[in-house]
C-alpha cells in the first residue's frame, strides 16, 4: 500500500484527479541519509545504512519516481524528490531555478508527499536565502531581515507568499517538528540537506510550527548544520522553508 501510495503521490503535479487515494495512505518518513557503517566483523547487527530504504536505494532495487542528490560518497540513497515549477507542473531534474512560469520554485518528495519552498540567492526576493524572521510578532523580538522591515514574522511571510500563490498554490504553512526533521539528510553536514533538490540552504536553524506551551513561548527549530533540533524563544531570528501537504 505504502508503494502504491508514494506513487500517486509522486505524480501529484500532473494527475491531480489520483489525489484522493492519498486519504488512505500511511504518513511515511524518509530514511537518514546515513550510507556509513562500522565493517561487518566489528560491528553488532541493526546499523542503520543496512537497512530500509537508503540501503535498497544503495543495492538497485529501490523504485524512484524522481531522484535525488544520493550520499557525499556519490552512493544513491532513498531520498526521492521532483522539481516543480511555478505554475505547479512537474519538471525534470536537470531544471534550473529561475523566474519564469516554467522555471524550478519547489520541490516536491515522492515519498512523503509534501511540497516544499526552494529558497532563491537574489537579495530583493521574497524568498530570498538570507532572510530572517521571528517565530511571532513580539515587542521584545530581534530584529528579523526579511523583503519587507516591519513584517519579519513568520506569520507574515506566509501570508505573503500564499498572496503571490507559490507553484501554484496559496496554502503554504510552517513545517511540523516532524515534517521538517523528516527532511534532514543526515549522512550530510552544513547543511543537513540534499544539495540538488534544496540548494541555496545555509547550514542554520529553521522554524517549526510545534510550540512548546509554558510561561516563556518557545518553538522548536532544526539546525539544517548538523540536523539535530532544540527549542528557541519565539522572539528570536531564525529562517524559514514553507510546505505544504499535497491532498
Known sequence: MILLCSFFRGFFPVFLAFLTITAACANPINDTGID?????????DGQDARYGRDAAANKGVLPKIGSSAGSIADNANGFDFTKISS??????ASAELGGGLDDWACTYDNHTGRMWEVK???AWHLRY?????????SQESKEGKCHEQ????AGAFVRAVNAVSLCGHADWRLPTQSELR?????GRHGPAIDPKYFPNTPAQTYWSSTQRPEAIPAVWVTDFD??????????????????????
Open 150 to 153: 516591519g513584517r519579519c514574522d
Open 129 to 137: 536565502m538570507e532572510h530572517l524572521y521571528t517565530s511571532r510578532p
Open 226 to 247: 548538523s540536523g539535530a533540533g532544540d527549542w528557541d524563544r519565539a522572539a528570536n531570528a531564525n529562517r524559514i522553508r514553507l510546505v505544504r501537504s499535497a491532498q
Open 182 to 186: 523528516n527532511l534532514v539528510d543526515r
Open 36 to 44: 556509513f557503517s562500522l565493517p561487518a566483523e566489528a560491528s553488532v
Open 87 to 92: 505554475t505547479g507542473s512537474a519538471l525534470p
Open 120 to 122: 532563491v540567492n537574489h
